[in-house]
């Protein structure tokens, strides 16, 4: 698959698997290091997000306009996603399935999923909250961490 930057770079990204790892990261960084308007990190006029929330629930919700390419973030803990709306092609180290709304899954936690919109999208990711949090950078801080040895050592320290 190749992922046109908005610079007019083009690389290559092949998620077979065996190095699905350092290519992600290799984009990703290349990516957040772009001043391209057309990048986008977080929440945005182009990929809005809800969060909300009930008894011991962290729900965040993400619109994505079809033909967007995003990211995700590393997660700590398993969680469930839901496709409410759309067509994604969801690329896991596991290798790529298109999944198509009405859809949803559990996502290991140390995965890093990547996903190519090839409809207008809702995507629902579903996270256990006991401490009722409702302050976003620290539900971050909470459940995600910014690469794979930052899990590596955090799955470590919490067996």
């Known amino acids: 698959m190749e992922i046109q930057l ?14 699905f790892r350092m ?12 001043n391209s308007p057309d990048i986008f990190k977080g929440n945005s006029d182009e990929l809005t997000l809800k969060h909300s929330f009930s008894e011991g629930i962290y729900t965040r919700e993400i619109f994505i306009k079809k033909g967007m390419f995003v990211i995700g973030k590393i997660h700590k803990l398993d969680h469930t996603f839901f496709l409410m709306k759309g067509k994604l092609l969801l690329c896991t ?4 399935k298109e999944i198509e709304a009405p859809y949803y899954g ?10 190519v919109a090839l409809e207008d999208t809702i995507f629902v ?4 909250n006991p ?9 971050e801080d909470t459940f995600v961490v ?8 955090y799955r470590l320290l919490n067996k």
């Open 93 to 96: 180290e596991d290798g790529v």
């Open 6 to 19: 908005a610079d007019s770079q083009e690389v290559l990204f092949e998620p077979d698997g065996s190095n």
């Open 106 to 115: 559990n996502a290991e936690a140390g995965a890093k999923r990547v996903a």
């Open 131 to 139: 401490n009722n949090i409702k302050e976003i950078e620290k539900l």
């Open 23 to 34: 290519q992600v990261e290799f984009i990703e960084n290349l990516m957040l290091n772009s």
């Open 125 to 128: 990711n579903v996270h256990p």
């Open 146 to 153: 910014s690469s794979y040895e930052e899990y590596e050592n």
